[in-house]
């Protein structure tokens, strides 16, 4: 079958949601990352180690030339499901966002924040991180367990602890909103609802992306120049990827080269 968005030799992407059934009660309400017949790259499909794969067009993104493949990829995963979980934030203009665990996600939403007007706080146990969050320009940063002066208007919980959750919860102010952004996150320990959830405080999660979510993200942050800090390792070496990530040692977003 002929594709009708693209040209051969276009430089296209294909991120993490490939497939959805486009006739469910949740596609038809433009909430196809709930989608219960969704497929994703690297789980249904091959494509996450491929040097090449294939997708439905409709499933695919243009990606211009403005940045390397390598500084690209962290875009076509991180960066969307980044995307989303600010924008479930619901910040009003200029609103406060604190970002706990400063990974490859965060940076890329504290990047974007920056690009919209809004001030960000970086909460993470790794002095790397909290390095990275202030030559990023953090108004603050410090540990999960601490708070500062002023109340957020809202927080995306990156880092997959439950333990961080109560934390950011006393952070915002009454009325806000923390988003969980992490597929994976070990259980909640108990919730005091005095101290935690009242005054209207909305504790809310982030499942996959639409492709709007890609289309608009790739948009905003190709026109705002936003370039992610990227550390290449071959293939053979990606366990040591893997490693350095785990102990946090990787400066920027690890990305494995598959040539």
Known sequence: MQARRFQLGDRVGVAWLRHTCERCADCRRDR?????HSRYTGN???GGYAESCVVDEDYAYPL???????????????????????????????????????????????RLARHRGHPFYAFSRGDAHL????????????????????????????????????????????????????IHMS????????????????????????????RSFLEEALSAEIKPRVQVFPLERANEALAGLQAGELEGTAVLDCS
């Open 44 to 46: 249904h499909a091959d």
């Open 187 to 214: 259980d909640l320990p108990a919730v005091d609802y005095e101290r935690h959830l009242f005054h209207e405080k909305t504790l809310t999660s982030v499942e996959a992306n639409t492709r709007a979510d890609g």
């Open 32 to 36: 196809e990352n709930l989608c219960p």
């Open 64 to 110: 211009g030339d403005a940045l390397s493949a390598f500084e690209t990829a962290p875009l076509l995963c991180s960066g969307i499901i980044g995307y989303r979980a600010l924008q479930r934030a619901q910040l009003s203009p200029g609103g406060r966002i604190g970002l706990f665990g400063f990974g490859s996600s965060a940076a890329l939403v504290a």
């Open 131 to 182: 390095g990275e969050a202030r030559r990023l320009g953090a108004e603050w940063a410090g540990d999960p367990g601490e708070r500062p002066a002023e109340a957020l208007d809202a927080a995306i919980v990156f880092a997959p602890s439950g333990n961080v959750v109560p934390p950011a919860l006393r952070a915002i102010r009454p009325g806000g909103r923390v988003v969980l952004a992490g």
